[in-house]
């Protein structure tokens, strides 16, 4: 048998205090474009689910409500870092 290569993982486990932060700068960005929009999230197998982006939190991660009746409730959180694959606004803008 011949020399077996290392195996290296593509995912690992991290801390939540192990993420990318943004910067102050970064947030003021993401909530001038983001906060109280009407979107498109990915819920996956090639599906999207219209929502909107109710809270920024000060760790990145963007908070997203979905219609239920009347009314608005959290459906999802989405990391900032991860916005251009996952969120699209709904006016295409």
């Known amino acids: ?3 077996q290569q290392k195996y290296v993982p593509c995912w690992r ?6 993420l990318p932060v943004p910067s102050r700068d970064e947030l003021e960005i993401l909530r001038g474009r983001w906060m109280d929009k009407l979107i498109w999230f990915y819920v996956g197998a090639g599906r999207w689910r219209q929502g ?3 809270a920024i939190t000060e760790r ?3 908070k997203i409500a979905v219609r239920r009746g ?3 409730v959290h ?3 989405k990391r ?3 916005i251009p694959r ?3 606004l709904a006016s295409g803008g």
């Open 70 to 72: 009347d009314v608005w």
């Open 80 to 82: 900032f870092e991860y």
């Open 52 to 54: 909107k982006v109710y």
């Open 13 to 18: 486990l991290v801390k939540v205090s192990d």
């Open 86 to 88: 996952v969120l699209r």
């Open 60 to 62: 990145g991660e963007v």
């Open 1 to 3: 048998m011949g020399k």
């Open 75 to 77: 459906g999802c959180v």
